[in-house]
């Protein structure tokens, strides 16, 4: 018997919501709903469409010990589709697709996850301590350490397979790295937590870093991956591990600078709010000379004192001039507008040449099609929109940088 549109709709669901999240501290936590977070991504998992097909009231439970991340895995739901009444049709194999990018050896009962629980008072973060700090919250101070860690530790591999399921939930494109490369670093958070009379460590989240080679004999950083689990945002953790990864890679004087890889939005935000903090403090970036434009001085300063390149240098710059323009004020805007406009004009400028091979290449009704792309409105259009995305940008960072 075949399925009506309604009801085959009604076997489809989508994954980022019926997946449940836990970082178990106490047994209690398993039946408190208040401990559950949800994927943010799923498409590395279910496919683009980020659906499940098959399954009614289908709820998948993924649990993790809050500091050594023991894993534990199970499903269910009220109905599943039936190959033989609904014409063939098979539901998606839900529980293979996820234990595909998990490590072996996890719990699938509940009460054998259980038995893991108490055991999380032996765990002990991996690696060198290289900073300490607290954060106030409603309930009470909580403590917080930051840990240098790398493969030849015994027992870090295995926790990092662990760690590194959640990049493909919450980092978009995120994807697993070369753990056998030696040249990653691994930056971890941990909370340091009251229980039972004694201490437990509950990871908060981390930071990875690959050091390239730079011509001549220099080492260039390049950070991938910044990621703080869901309970923990919103609390300054990712300032506090991207300053702690900046001090420790600029004490080594090889590293000629530090780059950031592909940063998403969030990601940007973050860098681009730590290096204006540290910028400030630099004094070829004083406000009154801000308005003078972007100088030798400040690339030097910014490279030579914070392993900052000149092009992140011009970016924290922009924004910090920004913060120093009366935007209210026509002309002192205008001003700005213009100077970053010129920055973003630069690539267009190479276009000339460009079009002085397709005029010899090109017959003159093709030459006309493909110059519209190069035509002054058209240059004029992206420049205003590359302009606004930027400022936008910009105002946000500026935002955070009031409250610091």
Request: charged content about 30%; aromatic content about 12%.
């Amino acid at each position: 018997m075949g399925l009506s549109r309604n009801e085959l709709e009604s076997f489809v669901c989508r994954a980022n919501d019926v997946i449940d999240i836990k970082l178990v501290r106490k047994e209690s936590d398993l039946e408190d709903g208040k401990t559950t977070f949800r994927p943010e991504l799923t498409h590395q998992v279910f496919g683009e469409t980020e659906n499940i097909f098959g399954y009614k009231d289908l709820l998948v439970k993924l649990y993790y010990t809050a500091g050594r991340l023991t894993t534990y895995l199970s499903m269910s739901y009220s109905q599943k589709v039936d190959p033989v009444r609904h014409e063939g049709m098979q539901a998606d194999e839900v529980l293979k697709n996820i234990a595909e990018k998990i490590p072996p050896g996890f719990c699938t009962n509940i009460d054998d996850f259980a038995m893991y629980i108490p055991k999380e008072a032996t765990f002990q973060p991996y690696g060198t301590l290289l900073h300490s700090y607290k954060r106030e919250t409603e309930g009470g101070h909580r403590q917080f350490e930051i840990y240098k860690a790398d493969m030849s530790i015994p027992g870090f591999r295995e926790f990092h397979e662990r760690l590194q399921m959640f990049v493909l939930w919450f980092i978009d494109a995120g994807s697993f790295i070369d753990v056998d490369d030696e040249k990653w670093n691994y930056y971890l958070i941990f909370e340091k937590y009251a229980c039972d009379g004694s201490h437990r460590y509950a990871t908060v989240g981390y930071l990875t870093a690959y050091s390239y080679y730079a011509y001549p004999d220099k080492l260039r950083p390049r950070i991938s991956q910044v990621l703080v689990l869901p309970p923990f945002q919103r609390l300054g953790h990712g300032v506090e591990l991207l300053q702690t990864a900046y001090r420790d890679m600029r004490e080594n004087t090889d590293v000629l600078d530090i780059t950031v890889e592909d940063p998403s939005e969030e990601c940007l935000r973050l860098r681009d709010f730590v290096d204006c903090m540290n910028c400030k403090i630099l004094p070829a970036f004083s406000p009154q000379l801000l308005k003078g434009g972007f100088t030798a001085d400040m690339a030097q300063q910014a490279q030579e004192k914070l392993k900052i390149n000149k092009k992140q240098a011009r970016r924290v710059y922009e924004i910090l001039r920004l913060e120093q323009t009366d935007i209210g004020n026509a002309a002192e805007f205008r001003e700005f507008r213009l100077d970053v406009k010129r920055r973003l004009n630069a690539p267009f400028r190479k276009e000339s040449s460009y079009i002085e091979k397709l005029r010899k290449i090109l017959k003159p009704e093709e030459l006309v099609v493909a110059m519209e792309d190069f035509s002054v409105e058209n240059r004029q259009a992206k420049l205003e929109e590359m302009f606004q995305d930027n400022l936008t940008h910009y105002k946000r960072v500026m935002e955070r940088l009031a409250v610091a």
